[in-house]
C-alpha cells in the first residue's frame, strides 16, 4: 500500500483544514485507516481512525466534536476534517493503514499500522 498525505498549511486558530490521503496498491477496503500525528518533542500519537466500511470511528479526546474522519473506498481517499483548530493541533500528520479482517471494531495503535504516508505539517498560529 502507498499512501499519499495532503492538504496541511498554516492557519490561524479557529480556522479549519482538510487533510486527504490517497492510497494505491492494494484494496483499499481491507484496511482501517488511521490519521497520527507528531508535535515537535513529542511521540506521535492516534488522531482518528476509521473501519474498513466506514463503520466505526474512533478519535482521540481531544479532537472529538472538532475533526472528522471519513473514507472514499470508491476512490482510494481517506479525509480528516479539521474545525475549531488549536495551536495544540500542530504537528505533522500522517495517514496509515492496516489490514483487518475484523467487522464492528477498528484498530487504534500506532503499532497496528504497517503502512504510512510522508506526512504533512499543519501548523496552527495563534
Known amino acids: 500500500v502507498q499512501l499519499q498525505a495532503s492538504g496541511g498549511g498554516l492557519v490561524q486558530a479557529g480556522g479549519s483544514l482538510r487533510l486527504s490521503c490517497a492510497s494505491s496498491?492494494?484494496?483499499?477496503?481491507?484496511?482501517?485507516m488511521g490519521w497520527f500525528r507528531q508535535a515537535p518533542g513529542r511521540e506521535r500519537e492516534t488522531v482518528a481512525a476509521v473501519s474498513q466500511s466506514g463503520s466505526v470511528t474512533y478519535y482521540v479526546e481531544s479532537v472529538k466534536g472538532r475533526f472528522t474522519m471519513s473514507r472514499d473506498n470508491a476512490e482510494n481517499m481517506v479525509y480528516l476534517q479539521m474545525n475549531s483548530l488549536k495551536p495544540e493541533d500542530t504537528g505533522v500528520y500522517y495517514c496509515?493503514?492496516?489490514?483487518?479482517?475484523?467487522?464492528?471494531?477498528?484498530?487504534?495503535?500506532?503499532?497496528?499500522?504497517?503502512?504510512w504516508g510522508q506526512g504533512t505539517l499543519v501548523t496552527v498560529s495563534s
Open positions: 496498491g492494494r484494496i483499499m477496503s481491507n484496511y482501517d
Open positions: 496509515a493503514a492496516a489490514w483487518s479482517n475484523l467487522l464492528g471494531t477498528v484498530r487504534r495503535l500506532r503499532s497496528e499500522y504497517g503502512y
